[in-house]
């Protein structure tokens, strides 16, 4: 006897770890660092409320429920997710649960219908039943991690009505489960006993259907959102490149013009003419560029990003320093370095205002990029006041107030990176934040080396 429940505990560990396992895996936990702690403590506390069950014979809907309750308090006490993917989350487990009974269930009505008390508590052939138990709940397990995404980035309103769709599922699972399984043997047929029962697993099959279904309009949502986001980016890349160049063409005009203006005033002083001379000065400093063309690489864009940030800098009084070796084949087009260094050196100048001037120290902005091997290296290092702000994912957010039309910079760097199958590698530190872009170099005729 003492074997027979001991097996039962053991079961019961084993059940409540793959659940776990599931809970955490989809799920994020307030504060990692007590993972182990929370995911022993959720293990051993649900083993104990099942067993407790088992051992009392409690029915199968009244320990459902009991596990759900505390599978709810469990996961709103210790992971940050919304309210939607905690109930969506808690409501998974239940499910495995009920359906590996049904089909368990299924197996036994199959093999031995005359002798179903046998896979029971305390019955011959509970040790099989338990073991067709934990096979299922294992493969529902794989099923659910590998069809699931992250509900949270549906719609709200989809994300409700797929929450309140899994609760009534799982009342009305439950409902057929509890009837097979309390069911008097001899007051119903084996035929419609087996009736029941598919029907039971077919609310399975619709119910995984659905899942499937929630998994492709996700996907389907955020690839549109993703390419609205692209969308967005790139025209503001378009504009931005379109503006640089074009006062880095007005300067150069300006330096054209730059001699002429020389001889003028050289005649002036010539004939005396001093009056005349300051109102022409005057005339000419009112149409003097605020920037001046100090930055020439080869690259017309990368000469005009330079320049336009440079004397941002400058009026900031920020220290701003470059080196720039360019490769035979430049491997992004005008508008993508655009995008990447644009965004890069808006950040690094927006961070040093930010910064608490000394009067010994200033900030400081560092850019170069060069060919490292088969990879054309952009780097972009500034100071920093230190503060930053992190995503549940761990990856840096915006710290600017209005992020529904900012802070898209660094995943614009990010995506322009990977579609060119670089990427871009990020360094936030006390004093300092560097961002290391890598291109694949191309070769004559066009491709990566």
């Not at 259907?209 to 609205?228: T, V």
């Not at 994912?393 to 579609?419: C, F, M, P, W, Y």
Request: some cysteine; proline content about 2%.
């Amino acid at each position: 006897m003492l074997l027979i429940y001991l097996w039962e505990i053991f079961v019961n560990l084993i059940e409540n770890t793959i659940v776990a396992y599931l809970l955490f895996h989809r799920l994020t936990l307030r504060n990692s660092k007590y993972y182990i702690a929370m995911f022993t403590s959720f293990v051993l506390f649900s083993s104990i409320l099942v067993s407790y069950c088992n051992f009392h014979q409690i029915n199968t809907t009244a320990t459902l429920l009991a596990l759900f309750l505390f599978r709810m308090i469990f996961v709103f006490l210790c992971f940050r997710n919304t309210f939607s993917e905690k109930t969506f989350t808690c409501c998974l487990p239940s499910f495995m649960s009920i359906f590996a009974d049904q089909i368990t269930y299924t197996i036994a009505l199959i093999v031995s219908a005359s002798n179903l008390s046998s896979f029971d508590f305390l019955g011959d052939n509970r040790v099989v039943s338990t073991l067709l138990f934990l096979l299922f709940i294992f493969l529902f397990m794989i099923a659910f991690l590998h069809i699931l995404n992250d509900i949270s980035s549906l719609p709200k309103k989809f994300d409700v009505f797929v929450v309140i769709t899994t609760v009534i599922a799982l009342f009305v699972s439950t409902f057929f489960l509890n009837i097979i399984v309390e069911l008097d043997t001899d007051k119903l047929p084996m035929k419609y006993r087996i009736q029941l029962n598919s029907i039971s697993i077919f609310i399975l099959f619709v119910f995984l259907a659905m899942l499937f279904l929630i998994q492709i309009i996700s996907k389907s949502y955020q690839e549109n959102i993703k390419l609205a986001e692209q969308i967005h980016m790139y025209e503001k890349n378009r504009e931005r490149s379109k503006t640089i160049l074009q006062s880095a063409k007005s300067l150069q005009k300006w330096k054209h013009d730059y001699s002429n203006h020389l001889a003028v005033i050289h005649e002036l002083i010539k004939a005396g003419s001093y009056h005349q001379l300051s109102q022409y000065v005057s005339e000419q400093r009112e149409s003097l560029p605020q920037s001046f063309p100090i930055v020439s690489t080869g690259h017309p864009v990368i000469d005009a990003i330079l320049t336009n940030k440079y004397a941002i800098a400058q009026s900031e009084h920020i220290s701003f320093m470059y080196s720039v070796i360019l490769p035979e084949h430049f491997p992004i087009n005008d508008i993508e370095i655009t995008g990447i260094l644009g965004n890069l050196l808006d950040n690094s100048i927006e961070a040093c205002t930010k910064i608490e001037r000394k009067t010994d120290t200033h900030p400081q902005i560092n850019v170069f990029l060069k060919p490292q091997r088969s990879m054309y290296h952009i780097h972009v290092e500034n100071s920093s006041s230190g503060n930053y702000r992190y995503k549940l994912n761990g990856q840096l957010d915006s710290t600017k107030t209005d992020q529904k039309n900012h802070g898209k910079g660094l995943t614009n760097v990010r995506e322009i990176a990977e579609r060119n199958s670089g990427f871009c590698n990020i360094t936030a530190e006390k004093d300092s934040f560097t961002a290391d872009v890598y291109i694949p170099l191309l070769t004559e005729r066009g491709k990566s080396l």
